[in-house]
């Protein structure tokens, strides 16, 4: 097992050892997926975000953008501020 960090809600999510894994019997104990896009960026996405995704097409980097901006991060360090407006 590993963990990585969410690249929209910046949760750190724990993730199988491989692919082979994944699709197995550690299925269920991953909470999270890479996401390679169409253009070749990468993101790693909990699957919560994922669901945040457009389901009836390709996700694009904008989308994951639109999704990030609408997500609050599930951990908030010591230089984290409030911007209003
Ligand atoms: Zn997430």
Redesign the pocket.
Known sequence: MASER??????S?RIAGGIGDLWNFAFESTQ?MTLELTDGSEFF??????EGLPSDREPTETDVADLRAR?DP?ESGSDHFWHWG
């Open positions: 969410c690249d929209v809600c910046e949760r999510v999270g996405l909990c699957f919560d975000c994922v997500t599930a």
